[in-house]
C-alpha cells in the first residue's frame, strides 16, 4: 500500500481558506448564476470570438452610422473588459479546484484502501476462528456492499 498523501487540514486552516474565498466573493459582488433555460438561449463569446467583438466595437468607435444606441458600445467594452478580467480569474480557480478535487481524491482513495485492508483482515480472522472477528466482518461487509460502487471518472 502506498500511502502518497499524509496531511491534516487544521480548523484554522479551513477556517482561513473559507475566509478566503467569502473575501474573493466580496470583491466581486455582482456575480450571477444562471439557469439551464438562461445558458441554452444565449450566444457566447470565447477566446475565438473575442476578435470579432473587439473589432465590432472598434468600427462602430469610427463609423457613427453602424453605432447601435447611445451608451451600448461602452456598455459593451466594459462587459468585454469584465469578461478578459473574469477569463483569468477563472483559469486560476480552475486550476486550484482541479488539486483541490485531485488531493480530496487522492486522500479518500487511500482511506479506502487502508479500511479495505481492514476488512480483509477482518475476513482472515473469521477463518483463523479468532472471537468476536464475525461480528467485525458482517459489520463492515454490510457497510461495504452498501458502498460500493465503480471509480467515478475525472471530469
Known sequence: MDNLINNTISPESKANVLQAIDKIKAELPFM?????????GM????????????????????????DPGPGLIDAGKMDLDL????????YELNQL??????????????????ARFVYMKAKMAVKMQV???QAIADELGKLFKQT???AQPKP
Open 43 to 66: 450566444m457566447l463569446i470565447d477566446d475565438g470570438r473575442k476578435p470579432f467583438v473587439e473589432k465590432a466595437f472598434e468600427l462602430a468607435t469610427r463609423n457613427p452610422f453602424i
Open 83 to 90: 469578461y478578459t478580467a473574469l477569463n483569468g480569474i477563472e
Open 148 to 150: 460500493s460502487s465503480p
Open 97 to 114: 479546484i482541479e488539486m483541490v478535487m485531485d488531493t480530496k481524491r487522492l486522500a479518500g482513495a487511500e482511506a479506502f484502501e487502508t
Open 32 to 40: 450571477v448564476m444562471l439557469s439551464e433555460a438562461e445558458l441554452k
Open 131 to 133: 472471537p468476536g472477528s
